[in-house]
């Protein structure tokens, strides 16, 4: 399934049930985008593509000022409703692409969660750029299916179904390990001309789905939502079929994220 700009909004179709599928990122990220940055509370932040306030929650309670760009209208209000006892936080509806700030606003930091592939390449970098002030960072990561090393060989098995209803992404099996895959944000910072890279970090953690909580999931990802009816119910059927047959009926799914931070030139 591969990704299209086009899908980007049907993540709001997900936003009552976003919130508690999607896993929370690492507390160590939230750490090395401070130490990489060297931002303290209370600069100000604006978030692209703030969901319903997964990454913006943990900065919010960490005492940062926060402008939270989403273009979904269900997501916005699944934000405003979590954020709602942070004064310093607003969450904006528009697409990062058209909106604007105050005049003469600028943040210490532009961020993004698994966000920042959705925006358009050729507005997103310079846009960023003129949003921030002298010495501001940009920062983005996405959360990734990872393959280490023992991965659980239920998704070895689910790919044959993803294969046969025509779903399958058309790569080689198994992906690499996450510390052998190539992210190439670091380049597209330098290639804007507007960033110079100063960081990455990469995080893989882990979480068990029962069978009800993995489809849950997967019924947050584009391709999934955006997928044929039909080829969804025997997806999930298989899921729980083969999930059903396991002790405990439950599988294990790593996650990887690579924070990138750049410097505005």
């Not at 919130?19 to 978030?47: F, K, M, N, W």
């Not at 692209?48 to 929650?57: E, I, R």
């Not at 507005?123 to 921030?132: D, I, T």
């Not at 849950?216 to 047959?245: C, N, Q, V």
Request: glycine share 8%; charged share 25%; with cysteine.
């Amino acid at each position: 399934m591969p990704d299209d700009r086009s899908l980007r909004t049907t993540f709001d179709k997900a936003a009552a049930h976003y919130q508690a599928a999607r896993p929370d990122y690492p507390a160590g990220l939230y750490s090395d985008l401070v130490a990489l940055t060297g931002i303290e509370p209370p600069a100000h932040l604006l978030e692209v593509g703030c969901g319903p306030g997964k990454a913006t929650l943990p900065l919010a309670r960490m005492g940062f000022r926060i402008t939270a760009v989403e273009l979904g209208a269900a997501l916005a209000t699944e934000a405003r409703r979590r954020l709602a006892g942070f004064a310093d936080v607003s969450v904006i509806t528009a697409p990062f692409e058209r909106w604007e700030p105050p005049s003469g606003v600028h943040v210490d930091l532009v961020y993004a969660a698994t966000a920042w592939k959705w925006v358009d390449p050729d507005v997103k970098y310079a846009k960023a750029a003129s949003l921030l002030a002298p010495g501001g960072h940009l920062a983005v990561w996405n959360a990734e299916h990872a393959f280490p090393t023992g991965f659980d060989p239920f998704f070895a098995e689910i790919q044959r179904v993803y294969d046969e209803i025509g779903e399958g992404d058309g790569a080689s099996w198994p992906p690499p390990p996450p510390e052998a895959r190539r992210d190439p944000t670091a380049a597209e910072f330098e290639a804007s001309g507007h960033f110079t890279a100063v960081g990455t970090r990469l995080h893989v953690w882990a979480r068990r789905y029962t069978a009800d909580e993995y489809i849950a999931l997967l019924d947050t990802f584009s391709g999934h939502i955006a997928m044929e009816p039909a080829k969804r119910r025997h997806l999930y059927g298989e899921i729980r079929r083969r999930l059903a047959a396991r002790p405990d009926g439950r599988v294990t799914r790593h996650w990887s994220a690579v924070l990138t931070v750049g410097r505005r030139r």
